[in-house]
């Protein structure tokens, strides 16, 4: 699986957009995006994910550059309650043998303030 | 939603001692878990595909006669951490594959983890 860099950390207020940049400059053509996040303690919760075109879900956005070497997750509006560790993963998609072997980098620390 | 069940959320032991971590999918079937380790301040590291009604594959690193892997059916895999050992205090997490195409839930690509059990060796 292609390996994702982020940055380390991540300020936002409490109200904005958070929007966490991600680089897969050796995504391959049938490896999707993933994002999950990990509140302290607590196991990773699935965010969004996709392929080439832009998604949203009552979560997130997710933004995929034409080239599809880099991505931006979007929070459209930020709470205490998302402060967490946000991990971009790229991976196949269900039904290849690799399916579910998750590469975690260390993903982006987002800590929201008031 | 899918939900993927571990248990114990924590356990302390005795060095030495064994312990035994499910993780069960709640209304799912589930062929394939998986285990991860997540030391403090660091990201989870893959121990081990855990497949139903087969052997366990271990990532390189990782001793499988010290972390027995069990996958006895396609709602429950077990981790047991054999004679354990303070370094070996670590948070264990638990994800699950949905199988594809099992009707009534969505398989929107998503992997379903558990809410992880911390180990405290003394």
């Known amino acids: ?114 | 939603g899918a939900v993927v069940s571990q248990h114990p959320s924590w356990v302390i032991c005795k060095s030495g001692t064994s312990v035994k971590i499910e993780c069960r999918s709640l209304d799912f079937q589930a062929t394939t878990m998986f285990w991860y380790r997540q030391f403090p301040k660091q990201s989870l590291m893959l121990m081990a595909t855990s497949n139903e009604g087969s052997k366990a594959t271990y990532e390189q690193g990782v001793e499988k006669d010290k972390f027995l892997i069990n996958h006895a059916s396609l709602t429950l895999s077990t981790l047991t951490v054999t004679s354990a050992h303070p370094e070996d205090s670590s948070f264990y997490i638990c994800s699950a594959r949905i199988v594809p195409g099992l009707a009534g839930i969505a398989n929107t690509g998503e992997l379903f983890f558990g809410e992880g059990s911390r180990l405290t060796v003394l």
């Open chain 1, 1 to 114: 699986d292609a390996k994702t860099t982020q940055p380390p950390s991540m300020d936002c207020a409490e109200g904005r957009a958070a929007n966490l940049p991600c680089n897969h400059s050796t995504i391959s053509g049938n490896e999707y995006v993933y994002w999950y996040r990990q509140i302290h303690s607590q196991g990773p919760q699935y965010i969004i994910h996709g392929l080439k075109n832009n998604e949203t879900n009552e979560m997130a956005s997710l933004i995929i550059t034409e080239d599809r070497k880099s991505s931006t997750l979007i929070l459209p509006h930020a709470t205490l309650r998302d402060t967490a560790v946000y991990y971009c993963i790229v991976m196949g998609n269900a039904g290849g043998t690799s399916y579910g072997k998750l590469t975690f980098g260390q993903g982006t620390i987002l800590t929201v303030h008031p």
